[in-house]
């Protein structure tokens, strides 16, 4: 599910599209995870994925709005992504959660580099939210989230 | 409690120092701080300087020439706010 990395214009609209893709996988990801969780049985966990999922249909929009607004087709969401690992237990799908988050932070990492002005502002706020949920899917804190793996991770 | 928070501004430190042009650091400035005497308003002051420095990095992000650079004081933005969310309300076990 993780969009291919490709060169990128200087616009940033090419990083733009690589953001929608990851949102798109992120929108069926925790889709199916929060379909995949009792809310009955475990609201919490549920209510988180169920947040995730309305954040990132939100993201997604607003990648689609912005793409549209440069004159350009918005990528489509594939039929299907596979999943980051199976779905069988809560683990897993805390699992599957976070690696999916931790994707979506990175690649707004990206965005922040290739873009400026307010489409960069918004990247670093979207950065910042993405890199603060991982917490509630049994992330550990990072000491530079969304950097591609600068530095460890923090204590 | 906040030994981890001392470790993260020191990496932090120690990152932007070797990421920035050397001829373009300022010296730090020295501030007059006082902490409160009491641990929970002592704590509050920190969860406060920690914001508004998050708040900074961000603004920074923005004004940053270098992509690279903005996206290294963002990453810095974000690993406080993880750290401000643990620090702020500790995390519970999903379910």
């Known amino acids: 599910m993780r969009p291919r990395t490709r060169a990128l214009d200087r616009t940033g609209t090419d990083s733009l599209q690589v953001a929608l893709a990851g949102e798109h996988a992120a929108v069926y990801v925790f889709g199916v995870l929060a379909a995949q969780t009792s809310q009955t049985v475990l609201p919490k966990l549920w209510s988180d994925l169920d947040a995730a999922y309305l954040w990132h249909r939100a993201a997604r929009d607003e990648l689609v709005r912005r793409i549209t607004e440069a004159r350009q087709t918005p990528v489509a969401a594939a039929a299907a992504y596979r999943l980051p690992n199976a779905v069988d237990n809560v683990d897993l799908v805390t699992r599957a959660a976070l690696v999916t988050e931790q994707r979506v932070t990175d690649t707004y990492g990206t965005l922040v580099a290739e873009t400026a002005g307010g489409l960069r502002r918004w990247a670093i706020r979207s950065l910042d939210e993405s890199a603060v949920r991982q917490l509630r899917f049994r992330g550990r804190p990072e000491i530079f989230p969304g950097t591609g793996g600068l530095g460890n991770q923090d204590r | ?95």
Do not use: D, M, W, Y
């Open chain 2, 1 to 95: 409690r906040l030994t981890p928070l001392l470790a993260l501004h020191q990496a932090h430190l120690a990152e932007l120092r070797r990421a920035a042009p050397a001829k373009s650091l300022a010296k730090a400035p020295v501030f007059a701080i006082t902490v409160p005497a009491r641990a929970p308003k002592a704590l509050a002051a920190v969860l406060e300087r920690t914001q508004a420095l998050r708040e900074e990095c961000n603004a920074s992000a923005v004004r940053a020439e270098s992509g690279s650079f903005a996206r290294l004081l963002a990453g810095v933005g974000a690993g406080l706010a993880q750290r401000l969310a643990l620090l702020e309300a500790p995390v519970r076990s999903a379910g």
